[in-house]
């Protein structure tokens, strides 16, 4: 099972990003999928998550601003992300878990993600 990001860059405040996820040894649509940032010096924090169903859910930090959605066919999670702030400055990481419901905490949880990727920077200047 391997994940692997890309997309990550440098943009000014107001601006947007679109964040791939692409997976290989399972298929994406009878997991829970998400994303997870870590910035430095602050804790792990979930993002957003969808379920097998595409249901979707958004952390009230990025709530009208990012938008997760998947691609079964091309086993590939997405992450579009606009009007972009300085504090959304962090290292994403998008994962892969199996717990009920798909709830936020799962997918910034470490001991809860069955797989999670190398990590693609996101930097955010003011």
């Known amino acids: 099972v391997q994940l692997v990001e890309s997309g990550g860059g440098s943009v000014q405040a107001g601006g947007s990003l679109r964040l791939s996820c692409a997976a290989s040894?399972?298929?994406?649509?009878?997991?829970?999928m998400g994303w997870f940032r870590q910035a430095s010096g602050k804790e792990r924090e979930g993002v957003a998550v969808?379920?097998?169903?595409?249901?979707?859910s958004y952390a009230d930090s990025v709530k009208g601003r990012i938008t997760i959605s998947k691609d079964n066919a091309k086993n590939t999670l997405y992450l579009q992300m606009n009007s972009l702030k300085p504090d959304d400055t962090a290292m994403y990481y998008c994962?892969?878990?199996?717990?009920?419901?798909?709830?936020?905490?799962?997918?910034?949880?470490?001991?809860?993600?069955?797989?999670w990727g190398q990590g693609t920077l996101v930097t955010v200047s003011s």
């Open positions: 969808i379920d097998s169903d595409g249901v979707t």
């Open positions: 040894g399972y298929t994406y649509s009878s997991y829970c």
């Open positions: 994962a892969a878990v199996r717990v009920s419901g798909c709830p936020m905490w799962a997918i910034a949880t470490m001991g809860a993600l069955d797989a």
